[in-house]
């Protein structure tokens, strides 16, 4: 089965860190462009960050350049998300999602999605 398991979100204070995971299961799924989009209360869902399948390509949206950080460790089917110098505004759900071209991506044209993991910095 092709899915996505996000984890390592949680309750951070402004300028912290986070380590965002997410483990791809199923052939197919494991050959994709990955990223991450957020989605804050009363908010539309946004593109964070996505990586092409050797990692050598990323893209990142502008408010998070800098500060987060994309990987992926294809031995492990696994896609890492390094959150640093965090503010509140960075807070809300995570969602790990997967398509087969990373332009398809980052338009929000999404395969497969992760069920989310929620993120919270205080100020």
């Known amino acids: 089965q092709e899915q996505l398991v996000e984890s390592g979100g949680g309750t951070v204070q402004a300028g912290g860190s986070l380590r965002l995971s997410c483990a791809a299961s199923?052939?197919?799924?494991?050959?994709?462009?990955m990223g991450w989009f957020r989605q804050a209360p009363g908010r539309e869902r946004e593109f964070v960050v996505g990586i092409i399948w050797s990692g050598v390509n990323t893209g990142y949206t502008d408010s998070v350049k800098g500060r987060f950080t994309i990987s992926r460790d294809n031995a492990k089917s696994t896609v890492y998300l390094q959150m640093n110098q965090l503010k509140p505004e960075d807070s809300g759900v995570y969602f790990c999602?997967?398509?087969?071209?990373?332009?398809?991506?980052?338009?929000?044209?999404?395969?497969?999605w992760g069920q989310g993991t929620q993120v919270t910095v205080s100020s």
């Open positions: 199923g052939r197919t799924i494991s050959t994709y462009a």
């Open positions: 999602a997967a398509s087969a071209q990373a332009i398809h991506l980052m338009q929000g044209s999404v395969e497969y």
